[in-house]
């Protein structure tokens, strides 16, 4: 079942997210949280920094498992969802780094890089809160709009539209990767419960394919319809285009 929270803006949006994975530290504070990157959490994470810092939140029990990495990137690449992760939380708050999961894009072994991964989300049963973001071609991870739905963690090629996507944080398109590492459609949806956070117009279309139209793997996020647990925290930009359906 999905539940839409409103929020006015992308402040609001981080805030509210934020309150919802606090709570989740509370009530089981060894808990395993899925994390994303790109700029629509980052909000969310700079509210749980400053919720850490005001002594309300605990990380030192709390597990992480990360969505996707980029193929051929070291983890200090700073393009690297590994150092964006140690930048914009990890290194913030009293996480112990041995406990924080991103798959290894340094492997050139896709088919035991993909296994390894499934055998760290398999070895937790999951995760009790998957934090996500969409992207206009609505895809969550990196599991890109395509004929079937993938289960396990996978090595995909990217769509153009993401690499002109993220073109802007690198110089030259060349530089961006092409191909990339992400948990499968399977382990996102094992998740007990699914935050997805989302803000601006520019996501108003991919919020109306894959949470008001039909469930089918060209929009990949559109699966979440069928998770149990669905939160939806959306503000007023990204939910233009389904005022009429709320
Ligand atoms: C990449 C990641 C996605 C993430 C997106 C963020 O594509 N693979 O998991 O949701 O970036 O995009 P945005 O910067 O719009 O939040």
């Known amino acids: 079942m999905m539940r ?5 803006d992308y402040a609001d949006v981080s805030r509210k997210a934020a309150n919802i994975i606090a709570a989740q ?19 969310t994470y700079k509210e749980l920094i400053a919720k850490y810092e005001s002594g309300e939140l605990d990380f030192s029990q709390v597990k992480t498992v990360n969505l996707d990495e980029y193929v051929g990137l070291t983890k200090d690449h700073n393009q690297s969802y590994a150092y964006f992760m140690r930048t914009n939380l990890f290194d913030h708050v009293n996480i112990d780094q041995a406990n924080c999961n991103i798959p290894d894009g340094t492997n050139p072994d896709a088919a035991a890089e993909c296994a390894r991964y499934d055998a760290v989300i398999e070895a937790f049963s999951g995760t009790d809160l998957q934090l996500l973001g969409l992207v206009p071609n609505g895809h969550i991870g990196f599991n890109e709009p395509c004929d079937k739905f993938v289960n396990g963690t996978n090595h995909v ?14 110089e030259r398109r060349e530089d961006v990767p092409t191909h990339a590492y992400t948990m499968g459609i399977g382990s996102i949806m094992k998740a007990k419960r699914v935050l997805l956070v989302c803000n601006g117009k520019n996501k108003a279309q991919a919020v109306k394919d894959c949470f008001f139209g039909p469930i089918k793997p060209q ?6 319809q069928l998770h149990p647990d669905f939160i939806l925290v959306a503000d007023e930009d990204a939910l233009s285009l389904v005022k009429d359906m709320l």
């Open 4 to 8: 839409l929270i409103i929020a006015k």
């Open 219 to 224: 929009a990949p996020g559109s699966i979440l």
């Open 157 to 170: 090629k990217l769509a153009d539209s993401t690499i002109d996507a993220n073109q802007r944080f690198f």
């Open 25 to 43: 530290i509370h009530l089981k504070p060894d808990c395993v949280l899925g994390l994303a990157t790109g700029s629509s959490p980052v909000g």
